[in-house]
């Protein structure tokens, strides 16, 4: 989640938006904080610079879509200009905000639950938002089951993708360890792999990341995990610097029968530039 690279930093290809309302923006940081603390909701910040193309992509393309604003309603989504109203929250949050957009979940704590790191088109955005509040609350439950059964799989493999959501990559490493030993693989495992590898390749350590995508693809069915673990290696490759290596993943992606449409776009796009 949780926590999903820029992949569409490399691509121009349509979304296939339908267009909706209004975000339900809140007006301020003051009052985001005190929205959550009565309602329980998680909050949803949109770091943002007016220098940011992608940013403006974002609110043209991503936050006009029907399904994001609904979904944004279960949430305190707000806007804060990085180096304007939002250079302290940015700052108290430096060490998850290394670009722009970055959008970060944080729960009435303030404590990082998720985070969207870059652009991302409706459909793909939509599913991380849906997976974060999903891994948040599930994560709450896997708990309590840990207590009476430490080595429970699949509590453990739920505890394992919220804390890569919550970008503790290590704690994350030892439950996924004993979800495997419990052999359970469930699509939260998948999950789980994704999250992992997500915060390897952040750290620039990308044959570690694609170490832990390529565990997701080989382990789990579900297309939509699949999908983004395979794009995920291509796109590491590509920020190794390896564009043929880019282009070879993507291309062996799109052939696959069951790899998702929008996953598919960029894959085409990584092939294109390639």
């Known amino acids: 989640m949780r926590a999903m690279m820029s992949l569409l930093t490399l691509m121009t290809g349509a979304t296939g938006l339908v267009q909706a309302g209004e975000m339900p923006w809140v007006k301020d940081w003051a009052t985001a904080q005190q929205t959550a603390k009565s309602t329980g909701k998680i909050v949803m910040i949109d770091?943002?610079?007016?220098?940011?193309?992608?940013?403006?992509?974002?609110?043209?393309?991503?936050?006009?879509?029907?399904?994001?604003v609904q979904l944004a309603s279960q949430f305190v989504p707000i806007k804060l200009n990085a180096e304007k109203d939002g250079v302290e929250v940015a700052q108290k949050y430096k060490d998850h905000v290394q670009g722009f957009p970055t959008i970060l979940f944080l729960d009435a704590q303030g404590e990082l639950v998720?985070?969207?790191?870059?652009y991302l088109p409706a459909g793909p955005?939509?599913?991380?938002?849906?997976?974060?509040?999903?891994?948040?609350?599930?994560?709450?439950?896997?708990?309590?089951?840990?207590?009476?059964?430490p080595d429970d799989g699949e509590a453990n493999a739920v505890v394992a993708w919220a804390l890569s959501n919550r970008g503790k990559r290590e704690d994350a490493e030892q439950a996924l360890v004993k979800a495997e030993a419990a052999k359970y693989v469930g699509n939260v495992l998948g999950d789980a792999y994704n999250g992992i590898g997500d915060l390897y390749q952040t750290a620039g350590q990308f044959d570690k990341a694609i170490e832990y995508?390529?565990?997701?693809?080989?382990?789990?069915k579900d297309p939509q995990i699949r999908s983004y673990a395979l794009v995920s290696i291509a796109y590491c490759h590509l920020q190794k610097g390896d564009r043929a290596a880019a282009k070879k993943a993507a291309e062996a992606f799109v052939q696959k029968p069951w790899a998702t449409p929008e996953y598919v776009e960029m894959a085409k796009q990584i092939i294109a530039g390639g």
């Open 47 to 68: 770091f943002y610079t007016d220098w940011c193309g992608w940013c403006k992509r974002l609110d043209k393309d991503t936050y006009t879509d029907t399904k994001v």
């Open 114 to 118: 998720g985070k969207i790191g870059g």
């Open 125 to 149: 955005f939509a599913e991380q938002m849906t997976k974060i509040k999903d891994g948040h609350e599930r994560y709450q439950t896997a708990l309590k089951t840990l207590k009476d059964k």
């Open 213 to 220: 995508f390529t565990k997701a693809d080989t382990n789990i």
